[in-house]
DNA sequence: ACCTGAACACCGTTCAAGT
DNA sequence: ACCTGAACACCGTTCAAGT
């Protein structure tokens, strides 16, 4: 058949991304397939190829969007107000990104890269950028404490409330109830706060 | 060809899960085959649904002795001392358990069941015989707290510390660095503690 | 009873050939 | 330039046939 040019190169790009995203929604990495996208848009399975390397390629390109909302979320949690309750916030902003989507969501932990070093530099820059959040946070609640105090305070913090959110998010062991999740932030928020300015002022 | 009874039923069993553990650990859940496990052991691919119902039972059933090695190791941290001493060995030996074998530890987390609830009530089990271990050793700290708020907190620190050994062992976002992981662990379970005894006190 | 190997319905990816 | 569809080297799983 040859060329049909029923859509632009970009057009085609967003085609592709977005049956892949509801494909992901609907059943998780395993469901991704190139040739289950192709069918879904139409397309033969050749065709992804002109505009993504491979999968591995397109799943990052996903990732990489779904960082970027979950930045975008991060930043709409206004910026007043009592410090502790500002984290708190940031904290519940997190657990409910996971939620709303865990098939999505988990995908940026089950996703593996065979190449290893094949992560995109945006990537880690995305996760930085995240963690400037909670510093900035943390800053008012640190007293005396130093730059690099906040900094692994924050990787800390994060890092729990990842744990948290993962295994909520994680339906496979029901450990978490996701009901209870958001209970179980806030103690969690708490009581590092607790510990985190007990420090402060040692 | 037909029987040929090399092995009984048992070795094969066994011969078959060692083969897959290797598999795994050389390159994740993503290297796993059937095929290719059948060649490692000298089989034809059907043997293996001889003894496995398909993949999916064969991982659980390697998922499930990982969670008991983890039981085990837990178990094998001494009981006496300090008490918050002991939260931090608990937490440490979690943490080396990820560490040590990443490839075979994000089984656990990455391998999803299609059928939703899949998932055999013996691995509930197992995690809640961790949590258990958790609750022994904050009940020493716990002063006047119920057993529902030791059993929240039990949860809420573990779900932490699991946030903290899971980034650590997925090297795709190398923002918890291998050789930080243990400072920074120390630190979520001190600050943790310290709003944990603030509270019994309160 | 146990094991094989062909068969079926799938994959990801490449690339010559067509428009 | 863009797209197709056949081709290649893989999958998981089943099952008739062989010993």
Redesign the pocket.
């Known amino acids: ?7 632009t ?1 970009d057009e ?1 790009r967003e085609l592709i991304i977005s049956a892949s995203t509801e494909l992901i929604q609907e059943s998780g990495l395993g469901g ?5 996208i ?1 069918r879904r848009i ?10 993504f ?4 390629d397109l799943v990052l390109t996903i990732e990489g969007r779904l960082l970027d909302d979950l930045l975008e979320a991060l930043s709409a949690v206004p910026k007043g107000g009592d410090p502790r309750e500002r984290v708190h916030r940031l904290a519940a902003c997190y657990l409910s990104f996971a939620a709303d989507n865990p098939k999505l969501w988990n995908l940026l932990f089950e996703h593996y890269i065979p190449d290893a070093h094949g992560v995109p530099e945006s990537y880690r820059q995305k996760f930085e950028a995240l963690l400037e959040k909670v510093e900035d946070a943390l800053r008012p609640l640190a007293g005396g404490l130093g730059a690099d105090e906040i900094k692994r305070s924050a990787r800390v913090l994060w890092a729990g409330v990842h744990g948290l959110s993962s295994l909520s998010a994680a339906d496979k062991l029901s450990v978490i109830d996701a009901d209870e999740a958001r209970t179980l932030l806030d103690d969690l928020v708490r009581n590092y706060l607790a510990g985190f300015e007990r420090t402060r002022s040692a």
Do not use: I, W
């Open positions: 058949m040859g060329r049909r040019s029923l859509h190169a085609l991704l397939s190139a040739r289950e192709a139409n397309y033969s399975p050749g065709t992804l190829y002109n505009s390397e491979n999968l591995d």
